[in-house]
């Protein structure tokens, strides 16, 4: 549980780096998705890894799409891929 919202946090610091008229959209994105898997079983190491890395590949996708330097995601990366 603590690293899904230290996972959350970071994503949602990196939504602060996009357009301005993106975030709201990309904050609302973020919390939805993090609600609907909350349900995952946390005793199966394999389906939690498989959560963290989406998170970080469709987050490195989305500051791709707007230009935004990939290396704002080193945090996240640290989180998700440790």
Known sequence: MEKALRAYGAVLRLVRRLPKDTRPYYAKYARENFVNYREV??????????????????????LNKY????????????????
């Open 41 to 62: 079983d946390a005793a199966d190491p394999n389906a939690l890894n498989d959560l963290f890395n989406r998170t970080y590949t469709h987050s490195l996708w989305v």
């Open 67 to 82: 230009s935004v330097d990939q290396a704002a995601a080193d945090k996240l990366k640290e989180i998700c891929c440790s």
